[in-house]
């Protein structure tokens, strides 16, 4: 019996479908990965971010004339956001009072106003225990104080043409800027925070009032602790919320309550307001989108050719072991083997050949229109 002359080609072919076999694996793992991956970050919502709370307060006894604005304008720079608290008085007389700050908006560096001499910069003094009674033990904790005091205040304008343009009135203004102890925005992030997600979330200080008093209701506060005396909000203020350097190719999702203008996001009324949003990178969503395209498709044709070479190997065990081991049975009447009478038989051999080329020209001709798209927007 004549050894087959074929068995080192034999072993090639299987050597072969082994290297094409590992490949087509690593390549569907890999696009399992990161189609799961790009998945989840197209799609996931990050919670809001722990808002502070911001409020005027003056003493009780002291007179309402005077009409007063509590101003927060901030810009998040990367992890950290920057606010700038301003109380903005005018009227008849004279105005003292107290601005508050507590929670995450409390500043862990303050920048100093180019405007005013140092000695007359305003002062942060911390109060380590605030606590006032309002129907029950109100206890606030550790608060900033900033002293406001304008012994030369602007008249307040006509207050038809203040309705009218739909702005505030203006006047004398002191207040401080700093960086808040807390990001105001937050985005989702992958594991250990190694990459983020084009949806981000806005949570603004609570302007105008303090935690556990309602929204529309006025009275005395009588202070337990961290100060003396009884206390009051204003009789007559103005708040307004502006949340500088959102990218105009961002989205607003959602706005709660309904901002007056999108840039910048924008909130004023009579009455204490705490804003929350939703937002949406979009051209950082439409990116992550068209490589979820490519993952997807390149799972299909590696998942779809890795089948194919799997169930040829399962089928064909006994006729390579015999090819390479003791060769095949000699023949009395050998036939010998002919080309197939069609070229399509030949092509026939590669399951789904011709149907993964296309799909591939496809998806990489529809990839590269929406990349193209994307950059145009």
Known sequence: MKPVRGGKRGTARRRGRRTAA?????????????????????NGLPTYPPAGWIAVLQPATAPNADIVQLLVQARTQGG?????????VCGPQPYTGDLLIGGSAQLTATQPDPLLPSSQAPRIQRIPDLVFYFGSVIDLGTVHLVRISLPDVTACPPADAVQSAGILPG????????VTSGPVQQSWAGPWGLWHG????QAWPLTGTFPGIPANVLGDYPAISGLSGSWSRPLQEYVKVTADAVPVTWSVDSA????????????????PVSPVVRLTDNSSMALLQNWVIIFAVAFGIAGSLLASLLFEWLRRPYLDDTAVGEGRPPQRNPVPERAPAHPEAARARVPGGRLALAVTVIVIGYARSRLARSRHR
């Open 22 to 42: 590992v490949v087509t694996g690593v390549v569907t793992m890999t696009s399992i990965a990161g189609y799961v991956a790009l998945s989840f970050t197209v």
């Open 80 to 88: 950290q956001t920057r606010a700038a608290y301003d109380v903005v």
């Open 171 to 178: 006047g004398s203004a002191e207040g401080i800027t700093g």
């Open 198 to 201: 084009p949806h981000a979330t």
């Open 256 to 271: 709660v309550p309904a901002a007056s203008g999108p840039y910048p996001l924008t909130w004023q009324g009579r009455t």
